[in-house]
T-cell receptor, first 115, second 113 residues
């Protein structure tokens, strides 16, 4: 089983619909992140959470919300999807490695298309 | 605002050619530096990282990167690329004492046999 699991892997929806992308991890990490990837723009941070009671906005949080239901679960919601939210979304977790560096482990991605 | 620049957006090489991908960041403080790789259809994986110590770091699959503090750079190199190195490469910077990673826009590498 994957360390970081994202569902759904692919989703096509219509403008105005509510969408939830789910992420679960088995690594026991406290830190979890949601990024979106767009061609030519790299990865941009949407939201991040350092523990269940800690939620922080990233670079591009407008139009998104998150929920940290448990240490292992971090969901991303689009309350009213719009076409420019069409992207590949990645969940990631992290912990400090032996050298003290914060190393991310990524999920396989959720491709969202908003028509 | 802090940023990470990858000036090479698309690189095309033949097998056995040497590779150097540029990465520059804009932040004057202490940083941790990373290169991640995304093979076609797969998620991002850590290629190598610099945290402290020797500025020349070696990663998986023969890749290495050199941190040059005076140039705010962390270029990725490989002496001889293979077809299997075809992927997208992302440079990332983590500011000291924070856990946020700032990514560059990525460089798409295509290696032809």
């Amino acid at each position: 089983d994957a360390d970081v699991t994202q569902t759904p892997r692919n989703r096509i929806t219509k403008t105005g619909k509510r969408i939830m992308l789910e992420c679960s991890q088995t690594k026991g990490h406290d830190r979890m992140y949601w990024y979106r990837q767009d061609p030519g723009l790299g990865l941009r941070l949407i939201y991040y959470s350092f523990d269940v009671k800690d939620i922080n906005k990233g670079e591009i949080s407008d139009g998104y919300s998150v929920s940290r239901q448990a240490q292992a679960k971090f969901s991303l919601s689009l309350e009213s999807a719009i076409p420019n939210q069409t992207a590949l979304y990645f969940c990631a977790t992290s912990d400090l490695d032996n050298s003290g560096a914060n190393v991310l482990t990524f999920g396989a991605g959720s491709r969202l298309t908003v028509l | 605002a802090q940023s990470v620049s990858q000036h090479n957006h698309h690189v095309i090489l033949s097998e056995a050619a040497s590779l150097e991908l540029g990465c520059n960041y804009s932040y004057g403080g202490t940083v941790n530096l990373f290169w991640y790789v995304q093979y076609p259809g797969q998620h991002l994986q850590l290629l190598l990282k610099y945290f402290s110590g020797d500025p020349l770091v070696k990663g998986i699959k023969g890749f290495e990167a050199e941190f040059i503090k005076s140039k705010f750079s962390f270029n990725l190199r490989k002496p001889s690329v293979q077809w299997s190195d075809t992927a997208e490469y992302f440079c990332a910077v983590s500011l000291y004492n924070t856990d946020k990673l700032i990514f560059g826009t990525g460089t798409r590498l295509q290696v032809f046999p």
